[in-house]
């Protein structure tokens, strides 16, 4: 392999002056990229440790090791510890294997053109995943399990986990939650499965589930079998009394801390008409508890589950709290439930064992905690910046939903249609979500913008603001 | 909380001297499981320092700190660095709590009682798992990933790790892998699920399988819809001629480097056959290359995939080379079947991205051949040993299977029923495999057992063959 690192020059071989928008990290990867497909950058080829290729391009070392991890990770770029980053992608045949080498990733659309700004509403806050405590975390579970805990994960999950996890729902969230009726899965996605599963095996032939709502939890229950009947959601959260009027349905799925749109709580006088439901009609409330970790005004209601633990399932994961890498989610059943859940376990995978025993000592250790409350904080601050800004720049917008979870909706001055945001906003370099797509069967309010913020990094705010006002005003001025 | 440490006499309160057999630790571990549901440990009592305990009932540490990690991952006692082990379970009604706690672990059959000697066929080494080097590879994965790997594994499987592995795999399998025709999964059996599911879809009704052959793969199939049809199996490997009997069969799942019960490995006239029949009738043939890594005697043959890569899915993982808990298995497919067995996501649970990076970080660091290295030196002796301890206590008996994977099989001598030995085996506190439940159609060779050594502790070795041999003797005893 030929070391190509001395003789280039590194400042005109990648061009970061180039039109595509984007972090100058991400310009930089790019540059590199195109490098590498154009035959310029040689598979075996070196590149300059980051800190002489940040002296060379005049850009921070961190700009560097960004472009290089994000290569890496795209195969494109192999990294060992000790030596040099070198180039592990051929647009040519590759006659060592045999086959031909075409890109080495799945096209993932959403990456394509990458977003400047980050306002999609289900991603929490990469940048602040506690990595060096959750490696701790696996070193001592992996330096205390006993030999045989290194198999596969037990069925329904780790005991020690489920004591954990059980004590701390109960602590943060009023569950009445006992281990023996949790079952580990690696998400909540898995766990909705699951419990769908069981559903259908027990005759159940529909379920109610909230319109917008969550499309992440509808897949797993259609492709259990099951059909999807919606009802309505207002300003109290979703309008509970509409099952009167559905009398073959006895299972139904809510987000009763924060509907997922709109943000509202579900009213207490519906949570008790839902308990009081589901007593009548024997069936089950699904309680989709997916981020009341994070209220900032005032604690989050308890979850209904605590207020009748023989009529709710509660699903629950760490995706949003920490990151779907920890890959633990869960689902606390009636009795009646627990074996059809656990019925098919090659079907709903459990977590690694060792991801299990990790986190059950990040949670005894007090680290979740201290995760949780710098999360709120730096949520809740960012959410006043945010809201302070849209206020500014934006006044005859109405903002709401701010009280908790990680976005707000933006109702948007008359006349200026979200679909059309929506649709602009990815060639501005900035990622919405489209509440379009979170709607069954009604259509969603033509003037409101979902708008989150749990993955915007505080320093581009200001940025993201702006560039999301210039959208919305030529929003205004397009007839 | 009353700390009971310095008050009590250890000795007479933890009763070792018990009939129960089985290893010191566990029978430790279980005498503390006495005294805690029996209440003569409340709730939040201190256990001593591993050191004082072992020294006050004659034990060693590791006996110990064994018994507390087993009872800590069953949710009896909590740990926490730096502050005492302590009791986290109460027969009482917890009031703090409102619900009744009983037992905190789902019963496992397979724990009940614990097995002395492990002859189980599908277990790899606990014991030798590199805990240090993959807590190393995790870290190194976690503090080199640019943040937005720190959300949902991509689909499909990230891209690194799939160039990574098909390079490995290329380099140790013969194969021709496109990590472009990767997906990553959590394990074999998931693998086998989403591919199932594409049959499926594709019209197909029927799979061909090895009889006997792999239970693990059988679920997920059936799960899918398919109907299992059985091939025999003799010293060639499986039967494959048999397919030209089926017309309507365009599917098989067969395990040529080593059949699960006999370890025959596939004969190459019938490697050939297959891979002519796939073409002719426009089918495929699932390759489950479960432990091919394990080969002492000489190299294994190529995987299949590498001869006709157009008409052979691969499907394998990391649970027998590594753990299950590094929760990392794969299929590699024909491109046809590429959209097929990504079309279920929210079915088919992708690794953690973590897991992931660390996994290629693993293999790219050498620490993977390493560790294969260290393993295939460490089974070949413990397989020369029990092949030598089995051939002068049993001369009557005959050892076949012994060139490849984690286990042999014995023919007992004449007389003895195997499914005796396998009845009595768990009261002599050895668990042996019942090749039974891995016949689908086919009666089991009655007089022939598989012996697993996977996770039989070299140090037990002598015991476990002396047991075992105590095991064949009464049944040859017994009318």
Redesign the interface.
């Known amino acids: 392999m030929a070391d190509t690192q001395t003789n280039l020059a590194w400042e005109t071989l990648l061009d970061l002056s180039a039109s595509r928008p984007g972090p100058l990290h991400q310009r930089l990867a790019e540059a590199i990229r195109v490098a590498v497909r154009g035959g310029r950058l040689p598979l075996g080829s070196a590149l300059p440790p980051s800190r002489v290729l940040a002296t060379d391009l005049g850009v921070s070392r961190w700009t560097v090791t960004?472009a290089y991890?994000?290569l890496?990770?795209?195969?494109f770029l192999?990294?060992?510890?000790g030596s040099a980053t070198r180039v592990?992608?051929s647009p040519e045949p590759d006659e060592r294997?045999?086959?031909?080498?075409?890109?080495?990733?799945?096209p993932?659309p959403r990456r394509h053109p990458p977003a400047r700004y980050d306002f999609s509403q289900c991603?929490?806050d990469?940048?602040a995943?506690p990595?060096?405590k959750?490696?701790e975390a696996?070193?001592?579970a992996?330096?205390?399990?006993?030999?045989?805990?290194?198999?596969?994960?037990?069925?329904?999950g780790?005991?020690?986990l489920?004591?954990?996890l059980a004590d701390h729902l109960?602590r943060r969230r009023g569950t009445?939650?006992?281990?023996?009726l949790m079952t580990v899965f690696?998400?909540a996605?898995?766990a909705m499965?699951a419990l769908a599963r069981a559903l259908y095996a027990d005759g159940h032939r529909r379920l109610a589930v909230e319109d917008p709502g969550s499309p992440g939890l509808w897949?797993?229950a259609r492709?259990a079998g099951l059909e999807l009947v919606p009802l309505p959601v207002d300003e109290h959260g979703v309008v509970a009394e509409a099952l009167a009027g559905h009398p073959d349905i006895r299972a139904v799925c809510v987000g009763p801390a924060h509907q997922l749109v709109n943000g509202a709580e579900l009213a207490p006088e519906r949570r008790a008409w839902l308990l009081e439901w589901a007593s009548r009609v024997d069936g089950l409330v699904v309680e989709d508890d997916y981020d009341s970790e994070f209220c900032y005004d005032r604690p989050a209601l308890p979850a209904m589950q605590g207020t009748d633990?023989r009529r709710v399932a509660l699903i629950g994961s760490m995706?949003r709290a920490l990151?779907?890498?920890?890959?633990v989610g869960w689902a606390v059943v009636p009795r009646r439930w627990l074996a059809g859940i656990?019925a098919?376990p090659?079907?709903a995978?459990t977590?690694?064992?060792?991801?299990q025993?990790a986190l059950a000592h990040f949670l005894?250790?007090g680290a979740y905690d201290r995760h949780l409350r710098t999360s709120r904080q730096r949520f809740r601050a960012r959410r006043d910046a945010l809201v302070a800004a849209l206020a500014r720049e934006l006044p005859q917008a109405r903002i709401g939903g701010q009280r908790a979870g990680l976005h707000l909706v933006l109702d948007l001055p008359p006349g200026v249609p979200a679909a059309r945001i929506v649709a602009a906003a990815p060639a501005h370099g900035i990622e919405l979500c489209d509440i379009d797509q979170l709607c069954l069967a009604g259509e969603p309010d033509p003037g409101r913008l979902m708008v989150g913020y749990g993955n915007l990094a505080d320093g581009q705010l200001a940025g993201a603001v702006a560039a999301l006002v210039e959208l919305v005003r030529e929003g205004v001025d397009e007839p």
Chains 1, 2 share one sequence.
Not at 72 to 75: D, P
Not at 176 to 180: A, Q, S
Not at 351 to 355: G, I, K, S, T, V
Request: proline share 11%; net charge neutral.
């Open positions: 960004e991890g994000q890496i990770s795209e195969g192999t990294g060992k510890t592990s992608w294997r045999g086959v031909v080498r075409s890109h080495p990733g799945h993932d991603t929490p990469y940048r995943f990595r060096r959750w490696v696996i070193r001592v992996a330096e205390t399990a006993p030999f045989d805990r290194l198999g596969y994960a037990q069925p329904g780790e005991p020690r489920r004591t954990v109960d009445r939650v006992d281990p023996e690696t998400g996605k898995q499965g897949e797993p492709a633990p995706s990151t779907p890498t920890v890959n656990q098919e090659w079907l995978a977590a690694p064992a060792l991801n025993l005894e250790s």
